[in-house]
């Protein structure tokens, strides 16, 4: 039986990352030798901040997503902006609600 992580994983290579603006035309990630996918590289920290809330508005996630991930980000600068996230450069930023809604799914099929 798969767990929790490796279904929310399935589900975002198998849908986020086949809309990502990084994803090449021949399928890969444009970031790869670049940066780390900033959703990829967070699955367990992402699972519980979703874990954790339960709200039909997606402020209080964004909110959790800053506290747990932005704060210890090595792109986020001490005055709390992101350049990357200003660009639309982040994809955890950008696909963050589509995100926020996989892993509920997942958890609701998990209960
Ligand atoms: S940045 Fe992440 S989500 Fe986007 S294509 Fe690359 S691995 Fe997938
Ligand atoms: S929005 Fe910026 S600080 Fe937050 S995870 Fe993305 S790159 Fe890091």
Redesign the pocket.
Known sequence: MTSLKERVEAR?RED??KA?V??TATGE?S?EGVRD?P??TRVDTIIEIVRGIDSPDVAPYAQALREAVCANCEHQHPDGTCRLRDRLDC?LDDYFTWIVNIVDEELAATE
Do not use: G, N, P
């Open positions: 975002l986020v990352c990502c990084f994803r990630c970031l996918c959703i990829l994809a």
